[in-house]
T-cell receptor, first 120, second 112 residues
Framework: ETGVTQTPRHLVMGMTNKKSLKCEQH?????MYWYKQSAKKPLELMFV???????ENNSVPSRFSPECPNSSHLFLHLHTLQPEDSALYLC???????????????????FGEGSRLTVL | GNSVTQMEGPVTLSEEAFLTINCTYT??????LFWYVQYPGEGLQLLLK?????DKGSNKGFEATYRKETTSFHLEKGSVQVSDSAVYFC???????????FGKGTTLSVSS
């Protein structure tokens, strides 16, 4: 039990479907992250939320839409995905000292087990 | 920009062998450096870290020393076990402190 829970663990969807990935953390952290893990590539940071505000968006296509309603929950809404979007999507959380601006993070992230997405 | 380069895997070792996984980085200033480990079917978890030059991070028999001269943070263990089989990721914290930048990961397979 890492304190970060992701659902579903596995998802298969067609290119025209709309689905969502959910992440929940019970660690009292105030920063949450989405990473994409593809084979033989570095983990790609997609989005960062700090105190519910989005602080990073690494040129992610608009077919991925994040939502952070509170510091404990993070969603990734998926729409009209492509087969190359098939990957393991990892959620993480961390405790950050400041809201907005220069975060001054410690770099210690707590990861969920991931949601394995397959786009047909 | 910031980047991390790890040695290509997989690394295959026998139990009790010595392990080295190379990691070099490119970054502005002196970032904090990390090793994360991902066991099969699990998410990543922090293994060790170093926040300034010449610091040595250590945990579970693993060690890594922050070398600013060579911009490296190589992971070592004197005697690996089968339970160490996993994917190891080197990472750096960007200067703004807003995100971790990871390498591609190196798969370690230890046989008895």
């Amino acid at each position: 039990e890492t304190g970060v829970t992701q659902t579903p663990r596995h998802l298969v969807m067609g290119m025209t479907n709309k689905k969502s990935l959910k992440c929940e953390q019970h660690l009292g952290h105030n920063a949450m992250y989405w990473y994409k893990q593809s084979a033989k590539k570095p983990l790609e940071l997609m989005f960062v939320y700090n105190f519910k505000e989005q602080t990073e968006n690494n040129s992610v296509p608009s077919r991925f839409s994040p939502e952070c309603p509170n510091s404990s929950h993070l969603f990734l809404h998926l729409h009209t995905l492509q087969p190359e979007d098939s990957a393991l999507y990892l959620c993480a959380s961390s405790y950050e000292r400041f809201a907005g601006g220069l975060v001054g993070g410690t770099g210690e992230l707590f990861f969920g087990e991931g949601s394995r997405l397959t786009v047909l | 920009g910031n980047s991390v380069t790890q040695m290509e895997g997989p690394v295959t070792l026998s139990e009790e062998a010595f392990l080295t996984i190379n990691c070099t980085y490119t970054a502005t200033g002196y970032p904090s450096l990390f090793w994360y480990v991902q066991y099969p079917g699990e998410g990543l978890q922090l293994l060790l870290k170093a926040t300034k030059a010449d610091d040595k991070g250590s945990n579970k028999g693993f060690e890594a020393t922050y070398r600013k001269e060579t911009t490296s943070f190589h992971l070592e263990k004197g005697s690996v076990q089968v339970s160490d089989s996993a994917v190891y990721f080197c990472a750096l914290l960007n200067q703004a402190g807003t995100a971790l930048i990871f390498g591609k990961g190196t798969t370690l397979s230890v046989s008895s």
